[in-house]
Structure formats: C-alpha cells, structure tokens
T-cell receptor, first 112, second 112 residues
Framework: NAGVTQTPKFQVLKTGQSMTLQCAQDMNHEYMSWYRQDPGMGLRLIHYSVGAGITDQGEVPNGYNVSRSTTEDFPLRLLSAAPSQTSVYFC???????????FGPGTRLTVL | AQTVTQSQPEMSVQEAETVTLSCTYDTSESNYYLFWYKQPPSRQMILVIRQEAYKQQNATENRFSVNFQKAAKSFSLKISDSQLGDTAMYFCAFMTGNQFYFGTGTSLTVIP
C-alpha cells in the first residue's frame, strides 16, 4: 500500500494563478480531508468528504474548491491564488467515523 | 464552537525521563474521539495514541499513555523513558461531527 500520496511536494505560484493539489489513497477509506498548517496555528480543516460525491466545508474553505468523484481521489483546487494561501497543505484519510486519520507527506505552497 | 488548547508551546526533557504534555478541549458534543499526533522534522504526521470518549479506561501504547479526564475536558499525554527520536511537534486533536479539530502544538525536545 502506498497509503496517502500528495503531489506536488513543492509549488510556487504567482498571485492570481490557479492550480490543483492532488491527493490519492489506496486504503479504500471513505473519509478524506484537506488541512492547511501555518506557523503557530496547528492544522485547520479546509474541506472534507465522507464518501464519493459528498463534500462539505471545514473551518477555512474560502478560496478553495474540492470534488470527490471516486473513493480514491480528493483534489483541492485553488481558484485564484493569494499570498495568504502560502502554507503547507496536508491531505488525510480514514476508514470511518472516529477512526485514525492517515496523512500524506504534505505540499509546501508559496504564493508570490 | 469546538476548541483545543495546548498551553505549552515548548517543552524539554532529559533522555530516559518522563514528560507530560497538556491538552484541554471544549465541546458540547457527547460523542467524540481524541488523538495525539506527532510531527517530526520530516513533516509527516504520525498517530501516537487514540482514545474513545465513551471509554473510561485510559489508552496506552508502549511508552505513551494518556490521562483522560472527561468531566474536566482534559487529555494529557505522558511519555515515559523519553528517547531522542521523540523530539517532535505534538498535536492534540479531537473528532466529532465528521471533523477533526487540532491544537496549536507543543514542541518537545529530548536532551541527550
């Protein structure tokens, strides 16, 4: 099992550009989530999904879009990048409610 | 609103000694789960321990144990026989309503 994979590992964008962060898991997990990690603020939930075709907003959803067309994939789209979106982004998945989340290695995004 | 508070931004411990990391949380939910995650310099998030709130017995995993006080909404992590590899950022988290909430973390340094 590869677990949770994220691509790319690093990315630099200019303000106003759009991009998609990829996340995939091969553990047949129903739950998937996206977080951002900023210094001194821990991890904050952006969007999450409890199954294919179902997504919902977390604590900080503005400027981000998600979809879940398959159980395995959960891409995160930045519609128009802003410097405030400079952060480390983590994708995570878990089998069911209350189960342990398994994290990907993270993507460091810089918006200039 | 759900909140998680880790009041110790930094801690240090001598190798082979015991250290306790504090965590308090606030929720009006009755069904939730609690976690401690470790983030070493590699940035990978690794589960340390998981506690089900409806279980009164404190969870243990080898050298790691928790002191779960449900009435006080406290969930501290005890690390026994500290090892150099325990040097990392530690995050307390709880899960309810399909969402995870993380604290701001405690940076632990194990001194040889």
């Amino acid at each position: 099992n590869a677990g949770v994979t994220q691509t790319p590992k690093f990315q630099v964008l200019k303000t106003g550009q759009s991009m998609t962060l990829q996340c995939a898991q091969d553990m047949n997990h129903e739950y998937m989530s996206w977080y951002r990690q900023d210094p001194g603020m821990g991890l904050r939930l952006i969007h999450y999904s409890v199954g294919a075709g179902i997504t919902d907003q977390g604590e900080v959803p503005n400027g981000y879009n998600v979809s879940r067309s398959t159980t395995e994939d959960f891409p995160l789209r930045l519609l128009s990048a802003a410097p405030s979106q400079t952060s480390v982004y983590f994708c995570a998945s878990s089998y069911g409610y209350g189960d342990t989340q398994y994290f990907g290695p993270g993507t460091r995004l810089t918006v200039l | 609103a759900q909140t998680v508070t880790q009041s110790q931004p930094e801690m240090s411990v001598q190798e082979a000694e015991t250290v306790t990391l504090s965590c308090t949380y606030d929720t009006s939910e009755s069904n939730y789960y609690l976690f401690w995650y470790k983030q070493p310099p590699s940035r990978q998030m690794i589960l340390v321990i998981r506690q089900e709130a409806y279980k009164q017995q404190n969870a243990t995993e080898n050298r790691f144990s928790v002191n779960f006080q449900k009435a006080a909404k406290s969930f501290s992590l005890k690390i026994s026989d500290s090892q150099l590899g325990d040097t990392a950022m530690y995050f307390c988290a709880f899960m309810t309503g399909n969402q995870f909430y993380f604290g701001t973390g405690t940076s632990l340094t194990v001194i040889p």
